[in-house]
């Protein structure tokens, strides 16, 4: 007993060896079907490296760069090339080879079967040229034989007409009449739609024999072609209906992203389809929920940090009212003043951020309501194109197209807005007649806190977050503000977002 486990170690041990020599042999395979691609590549390579194929190479990348702008570009069209193109290759392919073969071997079978007819008439014609035995021999023909049957006067053979594209019975039926009777003959595939005509040249006479086409090819393509088609639109129709169904879910999950990226609620939106568009879908929902939060969180954190430094900013307030008037407390009334406007720019980014949800909004009273609210009670032109129904969030929209107006009547006698509502998309535009602002400094005064040292200042009397929070708020709608010189001579500030 005590030598048993001895045994049934040195077993797995061989076992192991075994085992690893299998592995390794594998190993050995692999990378040696490796080498082999990897030298069948390199080669390819060298080949195409050849400065003679260097045309070759260019008329390719054409090619391909002109057939990738002609495909869809659309999953749902791709899927059915994808599906398509085989199915109609596989169907061209099997069509040829069974139309080649197995028509040409039937037509054979009957050019031969009618052939012998024929043979088999002229030898009893020969036979007894006798009027009662011809006459005899052509009715048997036309009963039993289905072959019309004439004797013409001995005369030349018309000369050869064209042959048909498809000439397959005209190569066929010649070689059979040239092999059992070989004697000179004329035909006609051409003229009759129903019959061939055939004339054989007897020593003094004629022979002109009009077969049925039937007998002689194999004339029922049309079943063949349309069980083909039929089958292949049955099976399209069910790919297609099992293909839209994958896709759906696809682009319900890109909706849903696109409705989430310009603040459109989207609670509909929920997992469908196979089981990976299904982890994307709930990956989707997982990330939606974290960015919801974290903005809240932001929100919450900005609004009680704003709180809290406004109620020490009004201690500070009423302990410098104690103090009287003097030249250090007027510099600190200054700075808490800016400040308390600083923090007021805070609150109101705060207040409108994440929480309000998009509605149809009345563009033309929105913008009534930025003139009115910060105008600063100067005129300002505004003009409204398209439709007057856009989805936005109206209060942060609202102070986005704000706080672009409030910097333009500070700097510029003459303002304007125009809004263009057209192709899914409104662009509201700022004009004024203004000293602008350098090209080179139009992206970088989005930065918070940003001020110009030289030209205009946009934020005079403010805070540096005005464009901050404007350009927040255009991307949280789906969009984008970019400056331009105005043609009133001033700045122009263009927002543009998903309508």
Same mark, same amino acid.
């Given at each position: 007993m005590a030598d048993v486990p001895r045994e049934n170690g040195s077993v797995r041990r061989r076992l192991a060896a075994v085992g690893n020599g299998i592995l390794s042999g594998i190993d050995a395979v692999f990378a040696g079907i490796g080498w082999v691609f990897g030298r069948i590549g390199a080669g390819i390579r060298a080949v195409f490296s050849i400065p003679g194929l260097g045309a070759v190479r260019t008329h390719y990348g054409r090619f391909a760069r002109t057939l990738g702008r002609a495909m869809p570009k659309g999953l749902y069209p791709r899927s059915l090339i994808i599906i398509i193109a085989p199915m109609v290759l596989l169907q061209a392919v099997v069509a040829f080879v069974f139309m080649e073969r197995h028509y040409q071997s039937v037509t054979s079978l009957l050019s031969a079967a009618t052939t012998r007819d %024929?043979?088999?008439? %002229?030898?009893?014609?020969?036979?007894?040229?006798?009027?009662?035995?011809? /006459?005899?021999?052509?009715?048997?023909?036309?009963?039993?034989?289905?072959?019309?049957?004439? %004797?013409?006067? /001995?005369?030349?053979?018309?000369?050869?007409?064209?042959?048909?594209?498809?000439?397959?019975?005209?190569?066929?039926?010649?070689?059979? %009449?040239?092999e059992?009777?070989?004697?000179p003959f004329w035909i006609d595939t051409v003229g009759?739609?129903?019959?061939?005509?055939?004339?054989?040249?007897?020593?003094? +006479?004629?022979?002109?024999?009009?077969a049925q086409r039937s007998q002689t090819y194999a004339s029922n393509s049309e079943i063949f072609i349309v069980w083909m088609v039929g089958a292949s639109l049955v099976l399209l129709t069910i790919a297609v209906l099992f293909l839209r169904n994958q896709i759906v879910p696809i682009q319900r999950l890109a909706d849903a992203a696109e409705s989430f990226g310009k603040g459109r609620p989207a609670p509909e939106f929920r997992p469908r389809g196979a089981r990976e568009v299904r982890r994307a879908s709930a990956a989707f929902i997982e990330m939606r929920g974290r960015i919801v939060r974290q903005i809240e969180q932001r929100t919450t954190m900005l609004a009680g940090v704003s709180h809290d430094l406004r109620t020490i900013l009004t201690r500070f307030r009423l302990q410098l009212e104690f103090l009287g008037r003097s030249a250090d407390s007027d510099e600190l009334r200054q700075d808490i003043d800016d400040m308390q406007r600083m923090l007021e720019e805070y609150l109101a980014f705060a207040s409108g951020d994440g929480s309000e949800q998009a509605v149809p909004t009345a563009v033309p009273a929105l913008l009534e309501r930025v003139v009115e609210q910060f105008g600063g009670g100067r005129k300002v032109a505004v003009a409204v194109l398209g439709a007057p129904k856009v989805m936005l969030r109206p209060l942060a929209f609202r102070r986005c197209i704000g706080n672009?107006? =409030?910097? =333009?009547? +500070?700097? =510029?006698?003459?303002?304007?807005?125009?809004?263009?509502? =057209?192709?899914?998309?409104?662009?509201?535009?700022?004009?004024?007649?203004?000293?602008?602002?350098?090209?080179a400094e139009r992206e970088a005064v989005f930065r918070p806190f940003h001020r110009l040292d030289t030209a205009r200042n946009l934020e005079h009397s403010g805070t540096g977050l005005g464009l901050a929070i404007s350009r927040d708020i255009a991307r949280a709608h789906g969009g984008d503000i970019t400056m331009s010189q105005s043609l009133l001579g001033g700045l122009r500030a263009t927002v543009r977002v998903p309508g």
């Amino acid at each position: 007993m005590a030598d048993v486990p001895r045994e049934n170690g040195s077993v797995r041990r061989r076992l192991a060896a075994v085992g690893n020599g299998i592995l390794s042999g594998i190993d050995a395979v692999f990378a040696g079907i490796g080498w082999v691609f990897g030298r069948i590549g390199a080669g390819i390579r060298a080949v195409f490296s050849i400065p003679g194929l260097g045309a070759v190479r260019t008329h390719y990348g054409r090619f391909a760069r002109t057939l990738g702008r002609a495909m869809p570009k659309g999953l749902y069209p791709r899927s059915l090339i994808i599906i398509i193109a085989p199915m109609v290759l596989l169907q061209a392919v099997v069509a040829f080879v069974f139309m080649e073969r197995h028509y040409q071997s039937v037509t054979s079978l009957l050019s031969a079967a009618t052939t012998r007819d %024929i043979a088999t008439v %002229i030898d009893l014609l020969e036979a007894d040229r006798s009027p009662e035995a011809t /006459a005899a021999t052509i009715d048997i023909a036309r009963k039993r034989l289905r072959l019309n049957v004439s %004797i013409l006067p /001995a005369e030349p053979l018309p000369p050869a007409g064209s042959r048909p594209f498809f000439s397959l019975l005209d190569e066929t039926l010649s070689r059979q %009449i040239t092999e059992q009777i070989g004697r000179p003959f004329w035909i006609d595939t051409v003229g009759a739609s129903n019959l061939v005509e055939i004339r054989i040249e007897l020593p003094d +006479r004629l022979v002109r024999v009009f077969a049925q086409r039937s007998q002689t090819y194999a004339s029922n393509s049309e079943i063949f072609i349309v069980w083909m088609v039929g089958a292949s639109l049955v099976l399209l129709t069910i790919a297609v209906l099992f293909l839209r169904n994958q896709i759906v879910p696809i682009q319900r999950l890109a909706d849903a992203a696109e409705s989430f990226g310009k603040g459109r609620p989207a609670p509909e939106f929920r997992p469908r389809g196979a089981r990976e568009v299904r982890r994307a879908s709930a990956a989707f929902i997982e990330m939606r929920g974290r960015i919801v939060r974290q903005i809240e969180q932001r929100t919450t954190m900005l609004a009680g940090v704003s709180h809290d430094l406004r109620t020490i900013l009004t201690r500070f307030r009423l302990q410098l009212e104690f103090l009287g008037r003097s030249a250090d407390s007027d510099e600190l009334r200054q700075d808490i003043d800016d400040m308390q406007r600083m923090l007021e720019e805070y609150l109101a980014f705060a207040s409108g951020d994440g929480s309000e949800q998009a509605v149809p909004t009345a563009v033309p009273a929105l913008l009534e309501r930025v003139v009115e609210q910060f105008g600063g009670g100067r005129k300002v032109a505004v003009a409204v194109l398209g439709a007057p129904k856009v989805m936005l969030r109206p209060l942060a929209f609202r102070r986005c197209i704000g706080n672009l107006v =409030a910097n =333009a009547v +500070r700097h =510029a006698d003459n303002v304007s807005i125009t809004a263009t509502h =057209a192709a899914g998309w409104l662009t509201v535009v700022v004009d004024d007649d203004g000293p602008g602002i350098p090209e080179a400094e139009r992206e970088a005064v989005f930065r918070p806190f940003h001020r110009l040292d030289t030209a205009r200042n946009l934020e005079h009397s403010g805070t540096g977050l005005g464009l901050a929070i404007s350009r927040d708020i255009a991307r949280a709608h789906g969009g984008d503000i970019t400056m331009s010189q105005s043609l009133l001579g001033g700045l122009r500030a263009t927002v543009r977002v998903p309508g």
